[in-house]
């Protein structure tokens, strides 16, 4: 609550609310950006009580260093330093994927445990770094790389751990998010919104990683892996760009009580791993929906528990530094109590596969001409895919005619292959837009 | 996702997914009522792997039994059996205050750990259980007894710990939250609304523990003390019932872009608890507004991350059997590791206050004749409260007209008191309902 230093003008941390006798964890934190200075904030404002922060390590220190921490924090350019220190737990908050991961490897080696937001790394090695922190009797916590300050790591982990998770829904990228909901709120184009993200700071110059799901992917394959206990990778996760997405496909959706968000899943049914990052259709009242600007929202679904909703700051320096420290705080925590070998539940590895089953969105934009229903109602039957209806907005060009086509509920890869068909045809203007419709309960069928 | 068990025919439990050598620990479940069931059906389906059952404590054993746990499983009437045998870890799901508290007390004083789901029990005397587990060096948890299977428990003390949660804002009892949906939907009355609750078991046949608020004042004790690490006991909290609630009470708040919900609401401000039980109009934009039926939500407010949401399903055997469980393996993996002293955050005991500043909506109905708003305007003004809004539906009787005012931001004791005097008055032909209207962001100011 208060905004200023619980550090005495000596420097030295103020016992605060420290148990008698407990130990004081030291902690570095590689990499002084955005995050790292807010998790140096909050231990310097906040001074959790096992929790002492003694290092900055980043390069360029003369133009980082801030006046607001105390004399005794030592700023060094060197992760050596860092190495040879006495410090208990390395929070790394440099982001990257090298050197990134041989300095993870090497203060693990060196009996540091390590705090992380990097979801691309741990997304891709994050079970090898969790079985080399144990062999050192350390831990390596990674709560802050999915979703920002939304406790959904710990909620899957620990809250929830007495159920048996087999669904993880969400919205995990909150730069889709805000383009898509100015898309659909301003009628905008795409590349207009996008443009307006990037001079808002919403969104990279290089935006690619967020717009083609690469960012979310990252994100569920570690949720997969924490909730559905499944070993996978993330780049066997399909991905579709919301690049595509038109405000002509907001109207549409709206008609359909819909809305359309990038929207990641993952459902395990058996040894299949159904998963995505993709957009879709989702219902106007269902929390997805309501999602906004930087927000996530993550919906696990258990057997016995039913649907547990977790959202709040998907992003931003101070909520993805509360994740941090709750991370600190916790291996403080364990280290306090002796680590020990926690029994994990077996992972399996699944197939994964996109090939969910649910209801599909076509939206065409077509030369008009007569015929053209019945060619594409001719196609689909040949894949004995029903359609469910077909809706044209009034009013628009003959020659870049919008029309959508609804699908009854069938498996993805079989519109895929009509579609492949379909974009033969020389009427359309653009390939068809396809989205998945996720109504009510969601089921990789 | 197996529905069969993973005892063998000899009745034990496969090694399933145990670490080597990794210590059983044995369970004891006290209360064999629904949750106890539910718990009961997880630990034999999904056979976590360091938990063992091996005693289910009763009345009348015979009536209880049931078939499909493994016959290692001791069925006994007396918790005295428990006691004495090698029970871990307990868990009470009986309810109550007595016997319960002075069998916790035992269990714990005996050296096993305790997992209970009992919210009057823990929100008075909750810290005393706490301090008495920390002197035997075992473990006392309660994640099931607020809001079922939503984990907000772990989530505030673990997924927020490096956060300095100041408010603490939700919808903690399904009961009203279902009564409150269908006076909206159906234009019932609030005593048709219950009997209906009552018929499909949604309401107790003494529905007041959940009606006026108790019920929901106990989970705002522990969640004050767990998130804000307020020590406060429930019966300082103001409850309000929300038996004075009508249909017109919707159609007005709707008119004001709202809808009306039990909240409790804790919010600390310097030594100050803000907080509170009641009906309140809350936006139809907010995610409070959207909770149906026995859902569960529940806001926290953090210094640093921000407003953080936990949902799903408050209440059934399944749901709250999945935060038991999930508790017991929280203490098996603590008990691995060697229980520590854990450094606890100090707690303060602030002045409890309802005082809240916000808007009002004051609801009269009134025998109707020309003066009225002059002489309730005079006496609020009086009272330098300032109008707002006049609303009065068309097309209702004279003699029993309702109509509405609401009020800029002022604090609650300062209309309590106008509307003392108001109670006065002659052409009230019931006392005037008064409800706080919560938009934007509340805050204690």
Not at 98 to 105: A, N, S, Y
Not at 325 to 330: P, R, T
Request: charged share 20%.
């Amino acid at each position: 609550m208060s905004g200023t230093s619980k550090f005495d003008a000596t420097g030295k941390q103020n016992a605060g609310t420290a148990t008698h006798d407990a130990k004081v964890w030291n902690v570095a934190i590689v990499g002084f950006g955005t995050v790292g200075n807010s998790v140096a904030r909050i231990l310097c404002e906040r001074a959790p009580s096992p929790l002492r922060l003694t290092h900055i390590c980043n390069r360029s220190v003369a133009r980082k260093k801030v006046d607001w921490l105390p004399p005794s924090v030592q700023w060094t350019e060197s992760f050596e330093d860092v190495l040879s220190s006495d410090v208990d737990i390395v929070v790394e908050v440099m982001g990257g994927l090298q050197p990134t991961e041989d300095w993870i490897r090497r203060a693990l080696a060196s009996g540091k445990s390590v705090v992380t937001a990097n979801k691309q790394l741990i997304s891709r090695c994050g079970p090898e770094l969790i079985s080399l922190a144990r062999s050192m009797h350390q831990e390596i916590a990674f709560g802050a790389s999915v979703a920002g300050g939304v406790p959904v790591i710990s909620g899957l982990h620990e809250g929830l751990a007495g159920d048996d998770l087999f669904k993880i829904c969400g919205i995990l990228n909150g730069t889709c998010n805000y383009i898509l909901s100015q898309i659909e709120s301003n009628g905008v184009s795409f590349a207009t919104a996008l443009r307006e993200a990037q001079k808002l700071g919403f969104a990279e110059a290089d935006p690619t990683e967020d717009i083609d799901g690469l960012d979310a992917r990252a994100k569920l394959a570690i949720l997969a892996r924490v909730g559905l206990h499944c070993n996978v990778q993330p780049a066997s996760i399909l991905c579709r760009s919301i690049s595509a997405i038109d405000s002509v496909d907001f109207e549409y959706a709206n008609q359909l009580g819909c809305t359309i968000r990038q929207i990641s899943m993952a459902e395990l049914k058996g040894d299949q791993l159904f998963a995505a990052v993709q957009p879709a259709l989702v219902e106007l009242s269902s929390p997805l929906a309501r999602v906004e600007g930087s927000q996530n929202l993550v919906m696990s679904t258990g057997t016995y528990g039913g649907e547990t909703v977790f959202g709040g700051h998907g992003a931003g320096g101070h909520p993805t530094a509360v994740a941090v420290v709750s991370d600190i705080l916790a291996i403080a925590r364990s280290k306090q109590a002796g680590v020990c070998e926690e029994a994990h539940a077996a992972e399996i590895t699944p197939k994964v596969t996109a090939d969910f089953a649910t209801r599909h969105y076509l939206r065409f934009l077509v030369k008009d001409r007569p015929g053209i229903i019945a060619t594409l109602a001719t196609i689909l039957a040949e894949y004995d895919i029903n359609i469910e209806a077909v809706l044209q907005k009034p009013g628009c060009s003959k020659s870049a005619l919008p029309f959508l086509i609804t699908l009854e509920e069938c498996r993805a890869s079989l519109v895929e292959q009509a579609l492949q068909k379909i974009a033969l045809l020389d009427f359309l203007v653009h390939p068809c837009l396809h989205l998945p419709i996720l109504v009510g309960d969601l089921h990789a069928k």
